[in-house]
């Protein structure tokens, strides 16, 4: 991934907003909003290096992930992945939780050890970030996260980390369940490693080759094989996802940098800035300056 980001708009790491010695926050829609400590704009778009769930209680709007727009409304709630780019709306009315959490405090303890592979809930890839919660699912949920809250905020003892964790985890489990339920999920494919390890030698390599032969190779699996391992999980071939999540990324370095397009081009893999640019419009639609100016 882009480690060498020359930021515009700040990273946020969760240690500027934490509380407690372990890895994990809760907070309100107001707290998160009007927190003084900030050294970035919540409206503005932000990456973070951390996961995220905002649980709607009450109120409707819109939340802006990876420059897209989605809408929510009472009982929604929003899963924003790590290294995701995000951003508020000006909406002090809402009511909503706001969880944030690293994954080592996620997977602390054998029991939880690669969860977060597990879930579907922040793969952005293969499903929306937001789920829609039925009132008793919503009920179940909200006494979830209003126990973390209080416990959360208690004065710790020995217990206070293990309970919050175990409350995570238990949230993430129902709504994962959630999730498949309402999407009516068949299930797990066979392909669930093989796709697991795709993604993280996308995250790993992205900028140094968009050839399907490469990640089949390191995959040590058959460019064949690699197609059929995508068009089982997302419905399409393994170079339009490759396409896919290269353009995500440079977009994020449109957005989030100060660095020109001849810059990006090379750092992104392109050996011609004019390869560079169609490569972009092909995907986007728009030329490198024209989405810039956007945002």
Same mark, same amino acid.
């Given at each position: 991934?882009?480690?060498?980001?020359?930021?515009?708009?700040?990273?946020?790491?969760?240690?500027?907003?934490?509380?407690?010695?372990?890895?994990?926050?809760?907070?309100?829609?107001?707290?998160?909003?009007?927190?003084?400590?900030?050294?970035?704009?919540?409206?503005?778009?932000?990456?973070?290096?951390?996961?995220?769930?905002?649980?709607?209680?009450?109120?409707?709007?819109?939340?802006?992930?990876?420059?897209?727009?989605?809408?929510?409304?009472?009982?929604?709630?929003?899963?924003?992945?790590?290294?995701?780019?995000?951003?508020?709306?000006?909406?002090?009315?809402?009511?909503?939780?706001?969880?944030?959490?690293?994954?080592?405090?996620?997977?602390?303890?054998?029991?939880?050890?690669?969860?977060?592979?597990?879930?579907?809930?922040?793969?952005?890839?293969?499903?929306?970030?937001?789920?829609?919660?039925?009132?008793?699912?919503?009920? @179940? =949920?909200? %006494?979830?996260?209003?126990?973390? $809250?209080?416990?959360?905020?208690?004065? #710790?003892? *020995? &217990?206070?980390?293990?309970?919050?964790?175990?409350?995570?985890?238990?949230?993430?489990?129902?709504?994962?369940?959630?999730?498949?339920?309402?999407?009516?999920?068949?299930?797990?494919?066979?392909?669930?490693?093989?796709?697991?390890?795709?993604?993280? @030698? =996308?995250? %790993?390599?992205?900028?140094?080759? $968009?050839?399907?032969?490469?990640?089949? #190779?390191? *995959? &040590?699996?058959?460019?064949?094989?690699?197609?059929?391992?995508?068009?089982?999980?997302?419905?399409?071939?393994?170079?339009?996802?490759?396409?896919?999540?290269?353009?995500?990324?440079?977009?994020?370095?449109?957005?989030?940098?100060?660095?020109?397009?001849?810059?990006?081009?090379?750092?992104?893999?392109?050996?011609?800035?004019?390869?560079?640019?169609?490569?972009?419009?092909?995907?986007?639609?728009?030329?490198?300056?024209?989405?810039?100016?956007?945002?």
């Amino acid at each position: 991934m882009a480690n060498e980001e020359q930021e515009q708009i700040p990273s946020v790491d969760l240690g500027q907003m934490q509380r407690k010695a372990f890895g994990f926050r809760i907070a309100s829609n107001k707290e998160i909003l009007l927190y003084d400590d900030l050294d970035h704009d919540p409206f503005r778009p932000h990456r973070i290096h951390f996961y995220a769930i905002l649980f709607i209680l009450k109120g409707e709007g819109n939340h802006y992930i990876d420059f897209k727009t989605y809408p929510y409304q009472r009982n929604s709630i929003i899963f924003v992945s790590k290294e995701q780019v995000h951003a508020f709306e000006h909406n002090l009315e809402r009511k909503a939780f706001f969880l944030l959490f690293n994954e080592e405090f996620l997977e602390k303890g054998s029991s939880a050890s690669n969860l977060m592979q597990e879930l579907s809930l922040y793969n952005y890839h293969l499903y929306p970030p937001v789920i829609q919660l039925q009132e008793e699912q919503a009920q @179940l =949920l909200r %006494q979830l996260a209003e126990n973390m $809250r209080q416990e959360f905020d208690t004065t #710790d003892d *020995l &217990l206070t980390e293990e309970i919050v964790h175990a409350s995570l985890i238990i949230f993430l489990c129902l709504a994962e369940r959630i999730r498949k339920e309402n999407r009516k999920l068949n299930p797990r494919s066979k392909y669930h490693e093989e796709y697991v390890q795709f993604q993280k @030698l =996308l995250n %790993q390599h992205i900028f140094q080759s $968009r050839k399907v032969k490469f990640y089949a #190779d390191s *995959l &040590l699996v058959s460019t064949k094989t690699l197609n059929r391992i995508t068009k089982e999980m997302l419905g399409k071939s393994a170079k339009s996802y490759i396409n896919e999540f290269l353009v995500i990324e440079i977009k994020r370095l449109l957005m989030n940098t100060s660095l020109s397009i001849k810059e990006i081009a090379y750092q992104t893999g392109f050996e011609e800035v004019t390869n560079f640019v169609k490569y972009f419009k092909k995907h986007s639609d728009y030329n490198p300056t024209e989405f810039r100016k956007l945002y």
